[in-house]
């Protein structure tokens, strides 16, 4: 691998880490009333309040 190879293949399974975040997330809001939602998923971003 080529180390443009290299990079290439980091990025991309750093993003697909993010997409599996994301699409978690997506389905608590589906599964959850929106507060219940929106409280675990602040608890996952390390209890951070927006």
Known sequence: MT???RVIASL???KAAEN???A???GLV???KPTEAM???SEMNG???E
């Open 3 to 5: 180390v443009k190879q």
């Open 12 to 14: 991309l399974v750093e």
């Open 20 to 22: 599996r975040e994301l």
């Open 24 to 26: 978690y997330k997506v």
């Open 30 to 32: 589906c599964r959850l």
């Open 39 to 41: 409280r675990k998923i």
């Open 47 to 49: 209890g951070e309040e």
